[in-house]
């Protein structure tokens, strides 16, 4: 079965950081496309990341390019989202979803598994 897990959201200030980790179960995260995704208030889901398995290219949205960084442990089979510099417009609840592809396609509509999110807000 198919698990996702998020944790490490939490309230930091701007130009802080948090680090946010996804375990995964059920699959190997080295073997699909694995992404972050974000929902901020009122907004539609975006992606944020995205790391490719047969290829390992990695993918960033422009707006968190420099301050973000995706990565995973294959032997701890996990994903991670380190974030930098945060934003109060980085506030949103962040999810790591599973591809069906190796690859990711840049649609939200290939992820066929994603955890159940972990909140992040960025304010003073």
């Known amino acids: 079965q198919v698990q996702l897990v998020e944790s490490g959201g939490g309230l930091v200030q701007p130009g802080g950081s948090l680090r946010l980790s996804c375990a995964a179960s059920?699959?190997?995260?080295?073997?699909?496309?694995m992404t972050w995704v974000r929902q901020a208030p009122g907004k539609e889901f975006e992606w944020i990341a995205a790391?490719?398995?047969?290829?390992?290219?990695?993918t960033y949205l422009d707006s968190v390019k420099g301050r973000f960084t995706i990565s995973r442990d294959n032997t701890k089979n996990t994903l991670y989202l380190q974030m930098n510099s945060l934003k109060p417009e980085d506030t949103a609840v962040y999810y790591c979803?599973?591809?069906?592809?190796?690859?990711?396609?840049?649609?939200?509509?290939?992820?066929?598994?994603w955890g159940r999110g972990t909140q992040v807000t960025v304010s003073s």
């Open positions: 790391i490719n398995s047969i290829d390992d290219k990695i």
């Open positions: 979803a599973k591809d069906v592809e190796e690859y990711f396609s840049g649609r939200l509509t290939t992820l066929n598994y």
């Open positions: 059920g699959f190997t995260v080295n073997s699909y496309a």
